[in-house]
């Protein structure tokens, strides 16, 4: 008989995770169903023990919430204080979080960009930011300078990282006297409601790869001005999803599917792709 998985969070209605777990399914040939289920902090513990589900991902806004649910977690989830998968065992939930390892692995396999030494700019400080952190500092990145709205959420994801000599906290006011950066990244959710603050075009040299962890309408506007500020790359959240995806999934199934297809399919280049699964 199939078990049963699903991605919780809200808004759902657009999310690309059962797409993308179908495509991982048929690839390996191991049944399962998996739905997309509208939660909000409100019904979030309901939905997910009424759902009879083998493994969960979470979405926005739950993952600090689904993490303070578990009875145990991954160091990497612990280290993020929030948890994107969820693996059932027995009655209670283990908590891990897939999220930087994808990040990392998009980054490093995909786009072939080598973040070894790496000055690295985080603007944000919440569950997304929290998620990637250290799978930056395990990259083995030189330093990563974080940057919030509020300065003291800055200061509590540094300061939980536990590396003051790597990793720093500022605030927005000082951008224009931080230098140039070797990756920018943007982990706010300023651009899904649409206004992201304005960005020194100093933070960018010809080298810099910029990556905005949302995909689609929502990483627009930042990848834009990293082209206008002369980035040779300018890299969306399309492809770490699909590697989060495949990161959950192996922890689920035990096996790790390929993500090229599924990658090319969900960014319009299925065309591009020899092979069709
Ligand atoms: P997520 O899980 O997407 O990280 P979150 O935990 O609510 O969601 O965090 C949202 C992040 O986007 C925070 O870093 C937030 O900054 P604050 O901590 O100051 O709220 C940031 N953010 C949201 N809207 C923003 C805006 N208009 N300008 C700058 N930062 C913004």
């Known amino acids: 008989m199939s078990k049963h998985y699903a991605v919780l969070g809200s808004p759902i209605t657009h999310s690309q995770s059962p797409r993308i777990h179908a495509a991982f399914a048929k690839q390996t040939g191991i049944a399962m169903d998996y739905l997309a289920i509208e939660a909000n902090h409100d019904d979030f513990r309901a939905k997910l023990d009424a759902s009879n589900l083998a493994g969960a991902n ?40 897939t999220d930087g390892v994808g990040l990392v692995r998009d980054l490093t396999e995909r786009h072939g960009l080598d973040l070894r030494q790496r000055r690295v700019l985080l603007l944000g400080a919440g569950g997304a930011a929290r998620g990637v952190a250290p799978a930056l500092l395990d990259a083995g990145i030189g330093a990563l300078f974080v940057v ?15 590396e003051p000599g790597r990793v720093h906290a500022r605030t927005w006011e000082t951008l224009p006297k931080l230098g140039e950066f070797d990756l920018l990244l943007n982990a706010t959710s300023a651009s899904r409601g649409g206004s992201l603050p304005s960005l020194p075009m100093a933070l960018a040299a010809p080298r810099s790869a ?13 990848l834009a001005w990293a082209r206008a500020a002369g980035c040779t790359h300018a890299i969306d959240g399309l492809g ?6 495949a990161e959950s999934f192996l922890l689920w199934h035990g096996v790790r599917p390929s993500t090229d297809s599924i990658f090319a399919q969900l960014s319009g280049r299925a065309d591009a792709l020899v092979t069709a699964d």
């Open 210 to 222: 910029a990556v905005d962890l949302s995909y689609g309408e929502a990483a627009i506007p930042f």
């Open 148 to 162: 919030n709205r509020n300065p003291d959420r800055a200061d509590a994801l540094a300061d939980a990282m536990g």
């Open 58 to 97: 979470i979405t926005l806004p739950l993952k600090e919430a689904a993490f303070a649910l578990c009875r145990t977690s991954s160091t990497r989830a612990l280290r993020a204080g929030a948890a994107n998968t969820l693996v059932r065992e027995g009655e209670h939930w283990h908590g891990d979080n």
């Open 240 to 245: 770490m999803l699909v590697e989060q995806a």
